[in-house]
Nanobody
Framework: NVKLKEYGGGSAQSGGSLTLSCVQS????????WAWFRQAPGKEREGIAGLGRDDSTSYIDSVKGRFNISRDNAANTLYLQMNSLTPEDTAIYFC????????????????????WGQGTQVTVSA
């Protein structure tokens, strides 16, 4: 069973940077797709960056060119490097994983991911 825990949330000023980490423990018998989701106050949780089992990456338009998803397999850690932050990036950020291949990993839908971290708050001030 895969367990995920996020680190690295906090506060930043507009234009600043933060890096989120997601440490995996446990084991899956299957290959895994990865994603970062976020949920802003009053909004639905949305997938913002995905990393497929083929090492391909995808992003929603609002973070493309600013955010980078990557993984260190030796450290069992998923990362989200966030640059040029804006107040609109304020949200709770979640890492997620799925170990089945029933559908393309992107766009990332919450119902397709079966492992979740507890979330970490990111707050960006103007």
């Amino acid at each position: 069973n895969v367990k995920l825990k996020e680190y690295g949330g906090g506060s930043a000023q507009s234009g600043g940077s933060l890096t989120l980490s997601c440490v995996q423990s446990g084991y899956s018998d299957y290959e895994i797709d990865w994603a970062w989701f976020r949920q802003a106050p009053g909004k639905e949780r949305e997938g913002i960056a995905g990393l497929g089992r083929d090492d391909s990456t995808s992003y929603i338009d609002s973070v493309k060119g600013r955010f980078n998803i990557s993984r260190d397999n030796a450290a069992n850690t998923l990362y989200l490097q966030m640059n040029s932050l804006t107040p609109e990036d304020t949200a709770i950020y979640f890492c997620a994983a799925r170990d089945y291949a029933g559908a393309p990993y992107w766009p990332a839908h919450t119902y397709e991911y079966n492992y979740w971290g507890q979330g970490t708050q990111v707050t960006v001030s103007a």
